[in-house]
């Protein structure tokens, strides 16, 4: 049997940042045969450059996705997607997604609410989310915190959700006050949802909010900062309106699933042309 001397193309899909030099000469050796790296964000496309021995011009970001006819306000219910949490319209819901996990920003979100209890009767917050495997004690001493701070009639922990367009349709506000991300995945579905945002400034989610038009951005760590954007939006409907489709046209032009779907199947298409190239000369 004759073995093909076909070279295959290599494809790697880079989605967390490293602090380590790889150019020495193993992963030069390594790095060679990979014809692609897909870069989750451009501070993990940066990273990439930075860190690995890799060709700048074989470095391409394409970010998450969201399916957004899945994630359409159209196509789901708000009052009802809010009476099985027991709100009505009269509330106006903070929401919060993320893995009960140091550094996602749970602890600034209980800060942040305290004091927006003592301002203001009709806010609620919701906060969907498991722990992550190996750190339930996390979540029981966020759980514990909330309520030493008299939060339990305005906090509802709903654990972890399959019905994530059902759930942000409860929301008015997502908070994603996490320390660093390489990307935000939570962020484009709320905003493909039509939801305001507030965001800390940090890493990949520099690519998707844009500050004043789609969202409101924060310092990480802050929670008196999260406080006050919160209660900017809580307080102006119209501005969560106007934010929440502004958001999802966003999400339409550069994170839709069936649009990044198209941009891979490119570049398979062109480390292929590239393998015949190389086989013909």
């Known amino acids: 049997m004759k073995l093909s001397r076909k070279p295959i193309p290599i494809i790697l899909s880079k989605r967390v940042g490293s602090f380590i030099d790889k150019k020495d000469a193993f992963h030069k050796f390594t790095y060679a045969h990979v014809s692609r790296v897909l870069a989750i964000s451009s501070v993990i496309h940066k990273n990439v450059i930075d860190t690995t021995p890799v060709r700048p011009d074989r470095v391409i970001t394409l970010y998450d996705s969201v399916d957004t006819e899945l994630f359409s306000p159209e196509r789901v219910n708000r009052r009802q997607a809010r009476q099985q949490f027991g709100y009505d319209e009269s509330l106006i819901v903070v929401g919060f997604v993320g893995r009960f996990s140091p550094g996602k920003g749970h602890e600034e979100l209980l800060e942040a609410a305290g004091t927006i209890r003592k ?18 004690e996390y979540e029981r001493r966020i759980h514990s915190m909330a309520h030493s701070m008299g939060l339990d009639d305005v906090m509802t922990f709903a654990g972890f959700r399959k019905d994530m367009p059902e759930a942000m349709a409860a929301f008015d506000v997502l908070a ?7 990307f935000g995945v939570a962020l484009i579905e709320a905003m493909a949802m039509e939801r305001a945002v507030v965001s800390t400034d940090c890493d990949g989610v520099l690519d998707i909010v844009v500050d004043g038009q789609t969202g409101l951005y924060i310092h990480p760590r802050n929670s008196l900062e999260l406080g006050n954007a919160l209660l900017r939006l809580i307080d102006d ?15 339409l032009e550069l994170f839709d699933q069936n649009r990044q779907i198209e941009r891979l199947e490119q570049v398979y298409h062109e480390v292929l042309r590239e393998s015949t190239t190389k086989v013909t000369q």
């Open 237 to 251: 409907e119209g501005l969560r309106t106007a934010m929440g489709k502004a958001g999802r046209k966003r999400v």
């Open 119 to 136: 301002k203001r009767e009709n806010v609620r917050f919701l906060v969907i989310g498991e722990a992550s495997y190996g750190e339930p």
């Open 176 to 182: 994603f006050p996490s320390h660093a991300e390489s």
